[in-house]
């Protein structure tokens, strides 16, 4: 992923928020990092719009779609009508220049449209001829989702682009390949291209959907009634059209001694980074952060140091990120020609006898701390409640209400009083409901974590 076209590439800054001091002999350092990407082609952190760019510019992408068409599409008919009108407003928010394709997904993947193996350039023929192809798109077969995706990358593969990201729709559980088979495809396409990842209606597995998400750095999401899915697809394009650099990472550097305990995104979602490390040198080792355009998230890193004594102090860790160079760009300090190390920041430890300062916790660290607590309850709540377990399940539950009662969550705490009636959301007193729709517990479970922005 190297060649941009002409774009306003962004700007990163890294922001660094901790409590550096320790106790004597203490050893685990925490530290949230906010990275900012600004200039980009997008409105604000929300979403890009086509028509930003002159004809021809912006950044090179490719774009493949892959739409479920096994035959569980055709209860009720409208869901894959629904699913070919998505599909169509999706191709008609493709910005010009954009190479792209329609994968039509069932227990094997079809191409749908260019075909022979290509992608097309979207352009108000080509959009046209694909919105012809769709009314092709028939419910018939099974579904092996690990299928879809090893297209889709071979699709996205045959053109050299700076942007690679997929869009998947499905309806159903992935019940003609294994698991380790969706594993393996999945392991196959991680770091090659982004996938946004949709489940329509309340028939399919949400851990597969999620899975497919985190896998593949994109963004997961319930549409449970299928009338919304032209919007839901619209939004999912505009934002792919906002993403300016792909594959950036955040390189970590420890001393000799030092221990990275985890590294994770925390907003806007909770996103597990800590196994996903490869290596960058001695010491110092690579998480992906995937595609960026005009936004900012952020990342909760704890390090664990060697214990020191009073008035002691070190570097617990810089924190680097790897930039991607533009095709043709000159080599400046600390590129190598294809990557370039851009924003810096440093996280400390210094080993105090003042109580208050040792024992106080950053306001940052704090919140999201919470909220990788509160994704964590709602998801062990709700297992609880599928195993028939409904004194746990209360109890998480009653936990993630008052998670989100505390930071400010909003939108999490409608989703859980769906799912409990709330008495107290100050201690977190609550009943299960003995009726709860099916949808409103997939898009709880789907949505866990989701989180909301520390107030500074």
């Known amino acids: 992923m190297a060649n941009f076209a002409k774009s306003n590439v962004p700007r990163f800054s890294v922001d660094v928020y901790q409590n550096e001091y320790l106790p004597e002999g203490g050893r685990e350092v925490?530290?949230?990092?906010?990275?900012?990407?600004?200039?980009?082609?997008?409105?604000?952190?929300?979403?890009?719009?086509?028509?930003?760019?002159?004809?021809?510019?912006?950044?090179s992408a490719a774009v493949v779609l892959m739409v479920d068409c096994s035959g569980s599409m055709d209860y009720p008919p409208t869901k894959m009508r629904n699913a070919r009108d998505a599909t169509a407003a999706a191709i008609d928010a493709l910005r010009d220049?954009?190479?792209?394709?329609?994968?039509?997904?069932?227990?094997?993947?079809?191409?749908?449209?260019?075909?022979?193996?290509?992608?097309?350039?979207?352009?108000?023929?080509?959009?046209?001829?694909?919105?012809?192809?769709?009314?092709?798109?028939?419910?018939?077969?099974?579904?092996?989702?690990?299928?879809?995706?090893?297209?889709?990358?071979?699709?996205?593969?045959?053109?050299?682009?700076?942007?690679?990201?997929?869009?998947?729709?499905?309806?159903?559980?992935?019940?003609?390949?294994?698991?380790?088979?969706?594993?393996?495809?999945?392991?196959?396409?991680?770091?090659?291209?982004?996938?946004?990842?949709?489940g329509?209606?309340?028939?399919?597995?949400?851990?597969?959907?999620?899975?497919?998400?985190?896998?593949?750095?994109?963004?997961?999401?319930?549409?449970?009634?299928?009338?919304?899915?032209?919007?839901?697809?619209?939004?999912?394009?505009?934002?792919?059209?906002?993403?300016?650099?792909?594959?950036?990472?955040?390189?970590?550097?420890?001393?000799l001694g030092a221990t990275v305990k985890f590294v994770k995104q925390v907003a806007p979602a909770v996103e597990e980074l800590t196994g996903r490390r490869t290596g960058a040198g001695p010491r110092s080792g690579d998480y992906p952060l995937g595609s960026w355009g005009d936004e900012s998230r952020d990342y909760h890193v704890c390090v664990e140091v060697p214990a020191a004594g009073v008035g002691q102090e070190m570097l617990a860790a810089r924190l680097s990120l790897v930039i991607p160079q533009p095709a043709g760009a000159s080599a400046g300090s600390g590129a190598d020609g294809v990557h370039k190390l851009g924003a810096?920041?440093?996280?400390?430890?210094?080993?105090?006898?003042?109580?208050?300062?040792?024992?106080?916790?950053?306001?940052?660290?704090?919140?999201?701390?919470?909220?990788?607590?509160?994704?964590?309850?709602?998801?062990?709540?709700?297992?609880?409640?599928?195993a028939g377990d409904f004194d746990g399940a209360t109890s998480k539950l009653g936990r993630a209400v008052q998670l989100a009662s505390v930071s400010g969550n909003a939108d999490t705490a409608k989703l859980l009083a769906k799912v409990v009636d709330v008495v107290d959301a100050t201690t977190g007193t609550v009943r299960l409901k003995a009726r709860v729709e099916e949808a409103d517990e997939m898009t709880l479970e789907t949505r866990s974590t989701k989180t909301v922005r520390v107030k500074k």
């Open 30 to 59: 925490n530290a949230i990092v906010t990275v900012t990407a600004t200039g980009g082609g997008t409105i604000g952190s929300a979403v890009a719009a086509p028509h930003l760019y002159a004809p021809g510019e912006g950044p």
């Open 97 to 198: 220049g954009v190479h792209f394709a329609v994968v039509g997904g069932t227990h094997a993947a079809k191409e749908v449209y260019p075909g022979a193996g290509r992608l097309a350039v979207a352009d108000a023929a080509t959009r046209e001829q694909a919105r012809r192809a769709l009314r092709t798109l028939s419910a018939g077969g099974g579904t092996a989702i690990g299928t879809w995706l090893k297209l889709a990358d071979r699709l996205l593969a045959s053109v050299d682009v700076a942007i690679r990201h997929g869009i998947l729709l499905t309806d159903g559980r992935n019940e003609h390949e294994s698991s380790e088979d969706l594993k393996a495809a999945l392991q196959a396409c991680a770091g090659r291209f982004t996938c946004d990842a949709r």
């Open 200 to 255: 329509v209606g309340t028939d399919w597995e949400v851990k597969e959907v999620t899975a497919i998400a985190s896998g593949l750095l994109g963004s997961a999401d319930i549409v449970a009634d299928p009338a919304g899915l032209a919007d839901d697809f619209t939004r999912m394009m505009e934002t792919a059209m906002g993403k300016e650099v792909a594959d950036v990472a955040l390189r970590l550097w420890t001393p």
């Open 344 to 386: 810096q920041g440093l996280v400390r430890a210094v080993w105090t006898d003042d109580m208050a300062a040792s024992t106080s916790i950053n306001p940052q660290v704090a919140h999201y701390t919470g909220q990788a607590e509160l994704a964590h309850v709602i998801q062990q709540g709700l297992d609880l409640r599928k």
